[in-house]
């Protein structure tokens, strides 16, 4: 006999108890209980007035956004929507049946506001990584860093090139993101990738080095800019079309893939090399974690960024980023022979390239040799067809390069680049799972909120599967 749904839908009173509804093996169930924030309302404090009417609770909104992040409702308004209808979520946020949602409005005051100032994104992720810590899902003996593109939240039809006047509007009138553009403008924030940089000739050029800002400042205009999100950098490569878009850095444990440190920032080469050393160096200060050795390609082979690991007693298994090579038929540096003592090249042809001792901006040396010498020489036309005397650049911390170079055939070289592979799997889950493909908040400051947010999700649901586990079924009689 087919069977109908009886309706009591009428009734005013129900046994009711919410947690009663929520299964003992959910993920919410499993997240709370590795995830402590009650020191949020006491680091927030010096935030709020003393006086006034009560704010929403802070531990409330980051709950709902933790929430937003584990399971992919980025927006605030469908974030909202969701914690409306789902038990599970309204457990999970302390939330009663009857109590109301938070109004969409006050996420965006509270992220720019008082999470902005006190770091509070930054310090959940710390809480999270210091939880994974406890748990032993840290080796600490590998690491793996690496940056992904994140595209911006921008129509990229609208820019103007970079080096056209642009009328920007009044500061009351300009948006959050002009806004932090404009005030930014003379702080460090290099935008161009050294691939867009125009080429020296190839006698004077330090084809080895993949930067040459020391200071961070522009010196060439970026090729376009947004009048959306003037800080998102415009990215072309080939057979790809061009976007507006913003880095997401990472800084993983090998052992388990744990993310121990994340950064949003300007997209650009140089500065994931920068950050790349800021995370190892914040990660060593609030863990007191120092890897023995760190894997990563070779955007992160430039000679300042390996020195500085390697003065912090960290092997870079990087490859050497290495462009001396010359592909138009003549000598490359590899042809000429250094003597270490006396701090000479050789070319092949027995003459000798001395230099001042003077590194030029760049941080490289010239080594030049004769024009008494290269005018006879018979192999000229193979060595400096177009100058009268041949240079070679040298960095002054090749020898740093040269002992990383060694380490490339070691098996522990080979093993952490199978290990590197991991950071890769964590931003296709950044961008396939918690859906962190384009950027929904604008700004530098946008994109370092929602990369620590994913990265905290990410974390979370790490620790949630190896450290909780659902209870046993109990047998009935």
């Not at 509804?21 to 169930?29: E, G, K, M």
């Not at 901006?361 to 100058?387: E, H």
């Not at 240079?391 to 290990?419: C, H, Q």
Request: hydrophobic share 35%; glycine share 4%.
């Amino acid at each position: 006999m087919m069977g109908r749904l009886e309706s009591a839908q009428e009734r005013f009173f129900y046994d009711f108890r919410l947690d009663d509804i929520v299964p003992p093996d959910h993920l919410v169930r499993k997240i709370d209980a590795v995830l402590d924030l009650s020191w949020l309302h006491g680091e927030l404090a010096p935030y709020y007035s003393h006086t006034g009417r009560p704010s929403i609770d802070p531990e409330l909104m980051m709950r709902m956004l933790i929430i937003g992040y584990v399971f992919a409702v980025r927006a605030e308004r469908q974030l909202c929507s969701e914690v409306q209808v789902n038990l599970a979520y309204r457990w999970f946020c302390r939330l009663g049946v009857e109590d109301a949602i938070p109004d969409h409005s006050v996420f965006s005051r509270a992220r720019h506001e008082r999470f902005c100032e006190s770091e509070a994104f930054r310090l959940v992720f710390e809480t999270v990584v210091g939880a994974c810590l406890k748990e032993g899902l840290v080796g600490g003996e590998s690491f793996s860093v690496d940056a992904s593109l994140i595209k911006a939240d921008v129509n990229p039809v609208k820019r103007v090139p970079g080096d056209a006047p642009i009328d920007w509007p009044e500061p009351e009138q300009a948006t959050r993101a002009v806004t932090e553009y404009l005030s930014a403008l003379d702080q460090d924030c290099p935008e161009d990738r050294p691939e867009d940089r125009p080429e020296d000739r190839p006698e004077d050029r330090p084809e080895d080095r993949p930067e040459d800002r020391k200071s961070g400042k522009r010196k060439t205009p970026p090729k376009a800019v947004s009048l959306t999100d003037p800080q998102a950098a415009w990215v072309a490569k080939r057979k790809v079309r061009p976007i507006f878009a913003y880095d997401a850095n990472y800084l993983i444990d090998n052992k388990l893939g744990v993310i121990v440190d994340a950064e949003g920032t300007c997209a650009n080469r140089v500065e994931e090399n920068r950050v790349c050393v800021s995370m190892v160096e914040r990660v060593m200060t609030r863990f007191d974690l120092k890897p023995k050795r760190l894997a990563a390609d070779t955007a992160y082979g430039s000679s300042d960024t390996l020195k500085a690991l390697m003065d912090r007693g960290i092997e870079p298994h990087i490859p050497v980023w290495d462009k001396s090579k010359r592909t138009d038929g003549t000598f490359s540096r590899a042809d000429f022979s250094y003597d270490a003592e006396r701090d000479v090249y050789t070319c092949p042809g027995g003459n000798i390239l001395k230099t001042t001792g003077n590194a030029h901006s760049d941080n490289t040396l010239r080594y030049r040799a004769s024009t008494r010498d290269c005018g006879p020489c018979p192999l000229k036309d193979r060595c400096c067809p177009n100058t009268p005397q041949r240079k070679i650049p040298r960095d002054i911390n090749e020898s740093v390069r040269d002992r990383v170079r060694a380490l490339a055939g070691t098996p522990a070289f080979k093993r952490s680049r199978d290990e590197r592979k991991k950071v890769e799997m964590a931003f296709a889950h950044m961008k396939r799972i918690f859906k962190l493909d384009r950027l929904r908040l604008r700004g530098l400051s946008g994109a370092r909120d929602e990369v620590l947010l994913t990265a905290t999700a990410q974390n979370l649901r790490k620790l949630a599967r190896y450290v909780c586990r659902p209870p046993p079924t109990l047998k009935t009689a």
